[in-house]
């Protein structure tokens, strides 16, 4: 106890003095660059948080974006941040047994209405066309990103589906190993992609919808950049070099970013960034696994105040925007500045860094990077152009592909022999 009391007061006093290093005018530099080149977010969970909201579930106008709200995100906070673009996540779990397609319907359903509702400060984008033209507007160019390829329960239709519905990425997996496709935090039973997943990323890359690869394996990322024509994203990812977790990204994959084009979009998830964090979490979950075999996983009240206790005796342990921006550099290191940008998973994370708690705080994290000497074009990489460049490109492949392939009829029983 008395060791982690000590670390806590250490990690503390590194986060003020941290804090202090970028000064008004390293801000001020940032707050001039994101006006004038747009912050483009890669994931932000909000239809997913007006879903489970507690007050009022999938309500859109009660959870009113023009008052502050329970979660990370309104407009206020949207305009402090200096937001220009977001992907907004149409997630649906992996783990549901009532129907992929009418929640993934109904997320839909959730985003676009939020983006209708705001017309004030939203904007739909379905090109990367489409977000500079909101962001001249003073508007946020809102885009939609499917987390999970269980939603098109192995059809390709569905997936054209998707897309037409305004879906501009899809990431293959969310935390469960697919039919098709292995997830990070899954068993991997594939080795990658099945020849039907390739198939999938082949028609993604006709279709002009980015290839995601947050959440899935090392051998679903390798096998993805070997068929991918398009840059790949990683729509909220770390660097796994510095923090060896399953859902970041190894520094194998991200040598061949260079020759894809891919974006690495930089998450705010603590247990991502930091090595400490990752650590608290699984002695808290080890904590747990022996409550329930105390308890049993059915006593939810004993349960409760295992949790509570264990908590309360274990403070957690604090991480800081300094620690964001070493995986926004280290990605930059080994991939090349071309090839990293910002995805926050806000609205989707229950605990947040310390500067970096909710989508008004995105200037602190680039004066950070200002303070440590990036220059104003490195600066305007990561916050947009890069993945711009790479929706871009997507674009142009789709529309080389669209010329010479039809849309893909094959199934997953031809392919894989799956019943």
Do not use: C
Not at 69 to 85: A, F, P, W
Not at 234 to 244: K, T
Not at 367 to 379: I, N, T, V, Y
Not at 394 to 414: D, M
Request: proline content about 3%; aromatic content about 6%.
């Amino acid at each position: 106890m008395r060791r982690i009391l000590v670390f806590l007061a250490l990690t503390t006093l590194s986060a003020s003095s941290m804090s202090a290093q970028a000064t008004e005018k390293d801000l001020a530099r940032a707050r001039k660059i994101l006006s004038t080149s747009p912050l483009i977010d890669g994931h932000n969970d909000l239809p997913w948080a007006i879903r489970e909201d507690s007050a009022s579930p999938m309500d859109v106008a009660a959870y009113d974006l023009r008052k502050k709200t329970r979660g990370h995100t309104d407009l206020e906070r949207l305009r402090k941040g200096m937001v220009g673009g977001q992907f907004w996540s149409i997630y649906i779990p992996g783990e549901i047994k009532d129907g992929y397609a009418r929640t993934q319907l109904e997320q839909f359903d959730i985003a676009m209405r939020v983006i209708d509702m705001y017309p004030e400060r939203l904007q739909l984008a379905l090109t990367a066309q489409d977000i500079r033209d909101a962001f001249k507007r003073g508007k946020i160019g809102s885009l939609l990103g499917m987390e999970g390829g269980h939603a098109i329960e192995n059809s390709l239709g569905a997936l054209r589906s998707y897309y037409a519905l305004g879906a501009r990425y899809m990431t293959l997996t969310h935390n469960v190993t697919l039919d098709w496709a292995d997830a990070a935090l899954d068993s991997a039973r594939h080795g990658g992609l099945t020849e039907f997943g390739k198939e999938v990323v082949r028609e993604m890359n006709r279709l002009g919808m980015m290839v995601d690869l947050s959440h899935v394996s090392p051998g679903t990322m390798s096998d993805a950049l070997d068929v991918s024509e398009a840059p790949v994203i990683f729509s909220h990812s770390d660097a796994r070099e510095l923090n060896d977790v399953p859902r970041n990204v190894p520094d194998s994959i991200l040598k061949r970013l260079d020759k894809n084009g891919g974006v690495v979009m930089v998450t705010f998830v603590p247990g991502f960034i930091s090595k400490e964090v990752a650590s608290y979490e699984h002695e808290f979950n080890e904590a747990q696994k022996a409550a329930r075999q105390k308890y049993g996983s059915d006593d939810h009240d004993s349960l409760r105040r295992e949790a509570q206790a264990w908590r309360a005796a274990h403070p957690a342990p604090v991480v800081t925007i300094s620690q964001v921006a070493d995986h926004i550099e280290h990605i930059r290191d080994v991939a090349g500045i071309d090839h990293v940008g910002i995805g926050s998973d806000f609205d989707g994370i229950s605990n947040t860094i310390t500067g970096l708690q909710d989508v008004s705080t995105y200037p602190a994290l680039f004066a950070e990077l200002a303070h440590r000497g990036w220059s104003d074009e490195a600066l305007r990489k990561l916050a947009g152009e890069n993945i711009l460049r790479a929706f871009s490109q997507a674009e142009k492949v789709a529309a080389r592909l669209q010329k010479s392939r039809q849309p893909s009829l094959k199934t997953i029983q031809q392919l894989d022999g799956k019943k």
